[in-house]
């Protein structure tokens, strides 16, 4: 079953706007981590926040982690119409091997 | 170039036909994974491996096979394939205790008939 539950399901901003996702996970964790998926491609790893961390940045890319609530938002600032693609988390459990769990992704678009 | 490398990207199989789909990577990873994908359902564990000569099952395993002799290889085979087997599958390989998440090959696109 999906670990992770990402919301929105599809998100659609200007370019110069700032886009916001949020995922979900049920289980204790290791690491998050969020990929991002242009169009019949393979996946593309952007960032990973480990479970003692709140909050990392990578670029123009904020991640924040709250164990708490197991959730994790990925804030994308000053998007630009090439950073329309799929965006997955994913959840590395913490009992022994290093397998991802996905959600089921937010399909961003940004128009210029 | 460095990567994760699969092959065919395209296959179209009959119900019943078998076949291996390839992956291998030059990096030197303890971990790979193969994955399927499916409209809407995100992305879904098969089988896995944390080293050479160890696999084991993931979410989905039913229906396939794996073996990792080498390091670099993870040939993912399908015994009898099915219409349900109709998919995009994605090998992905890591280090162990890495940084830098998973390294994904280019999918290979799957359709039986």
């Known amino acids: 079953s999906q670990q992770g539950e990402e919301d929105p399901q599809a998100l659609s901003i200007q370019e110069g706007e700032n886009a916001t996702m949020n995922c979900s996970y049920k289980t204790s964790i290791n690491n998050l981590q969020w990929y991002r998926q242009n169009s019949g491609r393979g996946l593309v790893h952007l960032i990973l926040?480990?479970?003692?961390?709140r909050e990392k940045h990578s670029g123009r890319l904020r991640v924040t982690l709250d164990t708490s609530k197991k959730s994790s938002s990925l804030l994308i600032t000053a998007s630009r119409a090439a950073d329309t693609a799929s965006y997955f988390c994913a959840t590395e459990g913490d009992s022994g091997y290093s397998t991802l769990t996905f959600g089921k992704g937010t399909m961003l678009l940004v128009s210029p | 170039n460095a990567g994760v490398t699969q092959t065919p990207k395209f296959q179209v199989l009959k119900t019943g036909q078998s076949m291996t789909l390839q992956c291998a990577q030059d990096m030197n990873h303890e971990y790979m994974s193969w994955y399927r994908q499916d409209p809407g359902m995100g992305l879904r564990l098969i089988h896995y491996s944390v080293g050479a000569g160890i696999t084991d099952q993931g979410e989905v395993p039913n229906g396939y096979n794996v073996s990792r002799s080498t390091t670099e290889d993870f040939p993912l085979r399908l015994l009898s394939a099915a219409p349900s087997q109709t998919s995009v599958y994605f090998c992905?390989?890591?280090?162990?205790?890495?940084?830098?998440?998973?390294?994904f090959g280019s999918g290979t696109r799957l359709t039986v008939v």
């Open positions: 992905a390989s890591s280090r162990q205790g890495g940084s830098r998440g998973y390294t």
């Open positions: 926040i480990r479970s003692n961390e």
